[in-house]
């Protein structure tokens, strides 16, 4: 299972990024606690020294899906300003989100179409007289690569396989980033309520956040048994 998420200051002030940059440290921390393999795909700094705009992360395990959905929502921070001494404000508020998955892209074995060729280059009469080497050509997309390491057509045609496959999720992968990433930064407004987790003060200490899907729960679980019993 595997998560690409977004964490961002959308359009907060300077604060807000210092505390993207704090908040990405603890959700990290807490990932690898879990046993998760979580790396950072692309981080754009903010103005102030140590913060952090936004940043594009890939999460895998087995409790990713548990994971993200802990974190996916408005963050907050009550805590006076590190930037502006004077300012009053007590209350910033960042977002993470999660993002287009990079496997979400099905490639099919039937959408790679294989060609032999001939190999070019050094090699003696060989190269010359034997088509071995491959070109593949991933028909949706139109991207191709060419493998002539071996004078295994086989050999050829796994290896491009191989390296077809990455060179489409690369571009995949580069598409969501610059794609969600322009998105965000122009358009993203972060909901100012009903935050997922919330943190205080300089040392970012985590405060019990009560959702109330707890009386949500009840109300419905009531309404459920009148049915039955009409």
């Known amino acids: 299972m595997q998560k690409l998420i977004q964490i961002t200051s959308g359009r907060g002030p300077a604060e807000c990024t210092r505390v993207v940059a704090r908040v990405l440290q603890i959700l990290m921390d807490e990932a ?3 046993g998760l393999d979580i790396q950072v795909l692309q981080k754009i700094a903010g103005d102030e020294n140590g913060s952090v705009e936004t940043a594009l992360l890939s999460i895998e395990g087995d409790q990713t899906l548990g994971f993200v959905a802990s974190w996916i929502g408005t963050i907050q921070w009550i805590g006076e300003s590190e930037i502006r001494k004077d300012h009053k404000r007590k ?7 999660e993002v287009g998955n990079a496997t979400d892209m099905e490639i099919k074995d039937s959408d790679i179409s294989y060609q032999a060729m001939r190999s070019s280059g050094a090699g003696g009469q060989h190269v010359n007289k034997v088509s071995s080497a ?6 949706p997309t139109g991207i191709q690569v060419v493998t002539m390491d071996s004078r295994s057509q086989h050999q050829n045609k796994k290896l491009a396989y191989e390296r077809l496959l990455v060179k489409i999720r690369d571009k995949h992968l580069e598409a969501l980033k610059t794609n969600e990433l322009s998105q965000w930064k122009n358009q993203m407004q972060i909901e100012r309520g009903n935050p997922v987790r919330t943190f205080r003060g300089s040392d970012f200490k ?3 956040v009560e959702k109330g899907y707890k009386s949500q729960r009840l109300k419905l679980k009531h309404n459920l048994k009148n049915e039955f019993d009409r």
Not at 91 to 97: E, K, R, T, V
Not at 134 to 139: M, N, S
């Open 32 to 34: 690898r606690n879990l």
């Open 91 to 97: 209350n910033w508020y960042i977002g993470i989100f």
């Open 134 to 139: 491959i070109r593949a050509t991933h028909l």
């Open 206 to 208: 985590k405060m019990k």
